[in-house]
């Protein structure tokens, strides 16, 4: 395969973006200089997009590359927004998480789409088909290509790394854009097929059949291969200094991702060479779509025990008096969080909900620290003080609004509760963990007096 003299110059300029992006921001991460690795990753993006650019408008044309555009686009607020959506209680830099979007739609699948060209010219140099590049690299090089950008974020910054959870989210925004940028490219050929062969209505036609199939059936399946790895890449993360652990849970998780990957593109190529279509539809509801909701359900209940995982870690706190039994409860579960945020907007306003949710959310920050310390992961002893000053003060906003509540304090082992004859007594706490009333309840039934 010969390449043309402008493909030549495309090729070389990208290589130099992405040679220079790495420098540079190999450069930021050395000096901590957030600019300059901005900066850097901003060039390796550049670089990777310039070569799929290329390769999409050579292939099929600006025209089809703009409508291939916009099909891929139609899916993605679905697919980037069930990933933030599934980490949104956690606090992550947007920058980690537009990261690994970015590498996953322009490094990764430049890489993979040079690969598994370079594979299907030796398939046919050596008379074999070039449909079987679908099942013998790009499960390899595609898989590999998406994990490689958690993994830095696992090496550079582990601090927002710290579970299974965390994996997934960053594996899941990599695996999301992917799909997306690969999406462009088919979209943009079936607008183009359909064009050639009618007019540009078939185009249109072929476009959208596709985005019903990938777009929207199947739009997962990416993210939920490069979830297999994202379970290896989370307990690694669970296990501070054991090297050979870490390393047998990220690649044991990575050839099963690589296997269902293989499984899913043979299914449509071993369907075409049988004269059977329907083999990759079979599968869908067969094997995928069952994997897909299990999947789901983990990827929910790891979400709710980072909850449990706040109550577990914070429990001393109750005892050394600076949070009382209710606020750890309501910090149990992410049903309890919201029922707390509206009890804050009742009583305080949008302020009082915003507290409350600043609140939780530097109770979240305060558990991290503590369960990373469990683990023995380094952990920072002012980042908690300075998260448990953020606590204080967001309680600070909300607190003595409701007018049931009488004032009260906690010691950590009982209330101290201001009475309405004016004097402060101390009362147990009760069985259940909410704030008690010094006041009798109103009957349940009107009382008859004789």
Request: glycine share 10%.
């Amino acid at each position: 395969m010969n390449l043309s003299t402008t493909a030549q110059a495309i090729l070389a300029a990208a290589g130099i973006l992405a040679l220079g992006g790495i420098a540079l921001a190999w450069i930021g991460l050395a000096r901590k200089a957030r600019g300059v690795l901005i900066a850097g990753t901003l060039l390796l993006f550049a670089g990777g997009g310039t070569v799929l650019a290329w390769a999409i408008v050579e292939g099929a044309g600006a025209r089809a590359a703009a409508v291939g555009l916009v099909a891929a686009l139609l899916p993605a607020p679905i697919l980037v927004g069930t990933f933030l959506w599934l980490g949104r209680y956690r606090r992550r830099p947007w920058l980690i998480l537009a990261f690994c979007f970015g590498w996953g739609a322009c490094v990764s699948t430049a890489i993979s789409l040079a690969v598994n060209t370079g594979a299907a010219v030796l398939l046919e140099k050596n008379d074999l088909d070039q449909n079987l590049a679908a099942v013998v690299s790009a499960p390899v090089i595609e898989e590999i290509s998406k994990l490689l950008g958690p993994l830095l974020v696992f090496w550079f910054a582990r601090r927002y790394l710290t579970g299974t959870l965390d994996a997934i989210v960053y594996c899941g925004l990599a695996g999301a854009g992917f799909a997306v940028s690969e999406n462009v490219l088919y979209a943009s050929g079936a607008y183009l097929y359909g064009a050639e062969s009618l007019d540009a209505a078939a185009g249109v036609a072929q476009v959208t059949i596709l985005v019903v199939v990938r777009g929207l059936a199947t739009m997962f399946a990416h993210p939920l291969m490069t979830g297999l790895s994202a379970i290896g890449l989370g307990r690694a993360a669970r296990r501070p200094g054991r090297k050979g652990r870490q390393t047998a849970w990220i690649i044991g998780m990575l050839l099963c991702g690589m296997g269902l990957h293989a499984l899913w593109n043979g299914s449509s190529v071993l369907g075409v060479k049988l004269d059977m279509p329907a083999l990759w539809f079979a599968l869908y509801p067969a094997f995928l779509a069952p994997l897909f909701f299990t999947m789901v359900g983990a990827a929910l209940w790891l979400r709710a025990a980072d909850a449990r995982r706040t109550q577990t870690a914070l429990a001393p706190m109750v005892a050394a008096g600076q949070v009382s039994p209710p606020e750890l409860a309501s910090l149990a579960t992410f049903s309890r969080r919201a029922s707390a945020r509206a009890w804050a907007h009742r009583f305080a306003g949008p302020n009082g909900e915003a507290a409350m949710k600043e609140f939780q959310r530097a109770a979240s920050d305060v558990a991290e620290q503590y369960d990373l310390a469990s683990i023995g992961r380094p952990w920072d002893e002012r980042y908690v003080e300075h998260a448990v000053h953020r606590m204080h003060a967001a309680r600070a906003v909300y607190t003595g609004a409701d007018p049931n509540t009488p004032p009260a304090l906690w010691d950590g082992r009982k209330y101290h509760i201001t009475f309405p004859d004016g004097q402060t007594r101390p009362v147990e706490p009760p069985a259940q963990p909410v704030m008690p009333l010094p006041l009798a309840p109103p009957p349940a039934y009107p009382v008859r007096y004789a």
